[in-house]
């Protein structure tokens, strides 16, 4: 089991180079395609303010502007792929259904990557991550500085199906790794799970892993950040929004709180 192709969805702005070079290590570590794939403002969101049949010098110069924008990122994108260099890369500019396209393209790929500022809400690409990761449910990764594949990898496990998904969909990466740790809070859990049939899991799939217990009965995210932190963890797997989706976005939850803190890279699956 491997990873073949890893997407970077690029709103065709400055903040597109930390996620391309995030990307080209991921999918250098795998032999792996790395899918840029340009998501621009999509017109067809316009269309819905101007009503019916109207279509004044204001819409017109808004559609204009819109597609210039379009073309400046779609070659703004060129040239951060190929200043990045990684010699797997495919470029793809979507157009109108931009949403639509987008969602083909994580279907059709083994990992999407993210910067903090998508995964926290913030920038043209907010909205596409909440859109991978909850509505697609496809795994991502939250690239943080220094992303590295091979080094120590922290799996927060409680015995959920979310955790579950995450920890079978990370395997490729956790299978490079130098050292993995199974960490859990079974006081903070309303699941009654033994973190050492974990590790009997990952060790029938090639994964040597010790255990972490974390102490402690409230706030599952501060425990595991501590322990990451700890253990010198350089990504750590989770489940994402084991809650209903709405809930955790305005109520916060684990999900929540890893996204909003600093700490590794992440990698989530829903």
Known sequence: MSWARIMAPLAGARPDEGVLRAAAVLAGAFDAELAA?????DVADLMPWMGEGFMGGVQVTALESLKEAAVEGAHAVETMVAAVGYPKSRVTTLESPVWAGL????RLSDVIVFDSAAARGKGPLAEAFQQMIADEQRPVVVAREGLKVGGTALVAWDGGKEASRALRTALPLLQKASRVVVAGAPAASSRSFELAR???FLAARGVAAQVRVLEGSHDAA??????AKAEGADFLVAGAFGHPRLQEFIFGGTTRSLLNADGPSLF???
């Open 37 to 41: 794939v340009h998501a621009p403002a």
């Open 268 to 270: 989530l699956s829903h």
């Open 222 to 227: 501060k425990l595991l950040l501590e322990a």
């Open 103 to 106: 969602a083909m393209e994580c």
């Open 198 to 200: 974990m590790v009997d």
